[in-house]
């Protein structure tokens, strides 16, 4: 059974920092995303990422992803406040046509 | 990015009353998906639906619920007998034709009480 596991499930941090979110997985995986949920809202995807050694980057987030090692992180450069909300690593596996989220990331920056 | 709407956007129920949840893509659109999040869970996969059938349930899309598409359009869940433990978020989601990345829907929160 597919599971995904992120970490940290909390992080708190000051605007102007960097930090790294990790999302790892249990099986091979056709696709990972990340999304991004502000606090009584829809999903809003991210990233796909597709293939080993893809990397994405869209503002102050990067994503990667290491297929071998069933790992992708997700980079936050000199935060904003903006930048808080919870964000979902999710999977899908090849035979499966379902994706299975981690628990999710709270993001909170201070200002 | 595809467009999908969800109504209602609340709906509050007493336990063992039938619901329907609609969602309606904006354009034409095969593969559908059904998720839940419980406040403050993470997402969890209920059932996917591609060419009028559904092609995977998760141990949660139980006889209570069930899936059509009615009219060609509205994609609609439903619960038989809702319970409390049903309250949750509930989205709607379709795939993308590129990347087949999955567009979430706004969600409806649903309160059994």
């Known amino acids: 059974e597919l599971k995904v596991e992120q970490n940290p499930l909390f992080l708190s941090m000051q605007e102007g920092k960097n930090y790294t979110i990790y999302c790892n997985y249990s099986?091979?995986?056709?696709?990972l995303y990340w999304y991004r949920q502000d606090p009584g809202k829809s999903l809003e995807s991210l990233f796909v990422l597709l293939s080993n050694g893809a990397v994405k980057q869209e503002g102050r987030l990067m994503a990667s992803l290491d297929t071998k090692a069933r790992l992708s992180t997700l980079h936050i450069t000199a935060a904003v406040h903006d930048l808080s909300a919870t964000y979902f690593c999710a999977v899908d596996t090849p035979r499966d046509d379902k994706i299975i989220f981690g628990k999710g990331t709270r993001l909170h920056i201070l200002p | 990015e595809p467009e999908v709407t969800q109504t209602p956007s609340h709906q509050v129920t007493q336990m063992g009353q039938e619901v329907i949840l609609r969602c309606v893509p904006i354009?034409?659109?095969?593969?559908f998906y059904w998720y839940r999040q419980i406040l403050g869970q993470k997402v969890e996969f209920l059932v996917s639906?591609?060419?009028?059938?559904?092609?995977?349930k998760s141990e949660i899309f139980d006889d209570q619920f069930s899936v059509e598409r009615p009219d060609g359009s509205n994609f609609t869940l439903k619960i038989r007998s809702t319970k409390l433990e049903d309250s949750a978020m509930y989205f709607c989601?379709?795939?993308?034709?590129?990347?087949?990345?999955?567009?979430f829907g706004p969600g409806t929160r649903l309160t059994v009480t």
């Open positions: 639906f591609y060419n009028n059938e559904i092609s995977e």
């Open positions: 354009s034409n659109h095969l593969y």
């Open positions: 989601a379709i795939r993308g034709q590129v990347l087949y990345e999955q567009y």
């Open positions: 099986t091979t995986s056709d696709r």
